[in-house]
Antibody, heavy 121, light 107 residues
């Protein structure tokens, strides 16, 4: 079955760029059936959807983060990535990647285990 | 943005109880409503999609209903592994948003 795994630094300095990668195994990212998404959850707070990417490279971002977010895909490595620039302490969160199992209804049916990113000097 | 409001924010219940959680959207979202379960220290798990469709592998004691602005998640007989936080999510608008969560605790 499809599995997702996040990877990247757990500590990022303020004003720098957070970079995470999600590796997809057990299935191909190069499919027209799915979107690939990033979500985050600050400690003790609600879930926040960051954005998604399609295998073709088309993207959609949360407008509140759009100026700082880039999601990209590498179909040769079966990976997609998140970059969040100019981070502050408010960007400290558990970051999760997920598959969007239907591109019409849009539900996230497979999730990575999440990775904690702390923004601190 | 479409605001999603869940109630209650938390509840205490006993094993075997019937539990109902509600989610209200700030505008009509048709049936573009999903429910997730999040256990402590874990990422969310999809339970229900399109308001009432049970995700594969999810026990049948979970059910969802509603359309438009008002939705419910029902657990027909609460089990020990169901103590968790539950979130609704709308995907009707281009900006997907979650409710604030409902924490189900042991009475």
């Amino acid at each position: 079955q499809v599995q997702l795994q996040e990877s990247g630094p757990g500590l990022v300095k303020p004003s720098q760029t957070l970079s995470l990668t999600c590796t997809v195994s057990g299935g191909s990212i190069n499919s027209s059936d799915y979107y690939w998404s990033w979500i985050r959850q600050p400690p003790g707070k609600d879930l926040e959807w960051i954005g998604y990417i399609y295998y073709s490279g088309s993207t959609y971002y949360n407008p509140s983060l759009k100026s700082r977010v880039t999601i990209s895909v590498d179909t040769s490595k079966n990976q997609f990535s998140l970059k969040l620039s100019s981070v502050t302490a408010a960007d400290t969160a558990v970051y999760s990647c997920a598959r969007v199992g239907d591109t019409v209804i849009n539900y996230m049916d497979v999730w990575g285990k999440g990775t904690t990113v702390t923004v601190s000097s | 943005d479409i605001q999603m409001t869940q109630s209650p924010s938390s509840l205490s219940a006993s094993v075997g109880d019937r539990v109902t959680i509600t989610c209200r959207a700030s505008q009509s979202i048709s049936d573009y409503l999903n429910w997730y379960q999040q256990r402590p220290g874990k990422v969310p798990k999809l339970l229900i999609y399109a308001a009432s469709s049970l995700q594969s592998g999810v026990p049948s004691r979970f059910s969802g209903s509603g359309s438009g602005t008002d939705f419910t998640l029902t657990i027909s007989s609460l089990q020990p592994e169901d103590f968790a936080t539950y979130y609704c999510q709308q995907t009707y608008s281009a900006l997907w948003t979650f409710g604030q969560g409902t924490k189900v605790e042991i009475k």
